[in-house]
Nanobody
Framework: VQLQASGGGLVQAGGSLRLSCAASGRTFSSYDMGWFRQAPGKEREFVAA????????NYADSVKGRFTISRDNAKNMVYLQMNSLKPEDTAVYYCAADWTIAAVVAGAVGYWGQGTQVTVSS
């Protein structure tokens, strides 16, 4: 599966952004999906994951209650709605796919998209 993330940009603290990830291929609904981020000088970290059916989600503590991951299998899309953004959310955000949600949460994924930059100003 090939992944293409979009939707990043510059936003003020407290604002919102919605990231999108378009997936190619007819087997999108077979993959568990996730979002990760990498801030300058830091390691890539897990943000959120969603099961192939969309019935199960998982979030990093730092974004719980502010971010929502969702997917539309008919459109081969996964989304990350980010609300109440903080300057510490500034990072390059990546979407990812794998066969198990455990692998996604652990960051041991087989497929990565290119990143999209999110910058939150204070």
């Amino acid at each position: 599966v090939q992944l293409q993330a979009s939707g990043g940009g510059l936003v003020q603290a407290g604002g919102s952004l919605r990231l999108s990830c378009a997936a190619s291929g007819r087997t999108f609904s077979s993959y568990d999906m996730g979002w990760f981020r990498q801030a300058p000088g830091k390691e890539r970290e897990f943000v959120a994951a969603i099961s192939r059916s969309g019935s199960s989600t998982n979030y990093a503590d730092s974004v719980k209650g502010r971010f929502t991951i969702s997917r539309d299998n008919a459109k081969n899309m996964v989304y990350l709605q980010m609300n109440s953004l903080k300057p510490e959310d500034t990072a390059v955000y990546y979407c990812a796919a794998d066969w198990t949600i455990a692998a996604v949460v652990a960051g041991a994924v087989g497929y990565w998209g290119q990143g999209t930059q999110v910058t939150v100003s204070s």
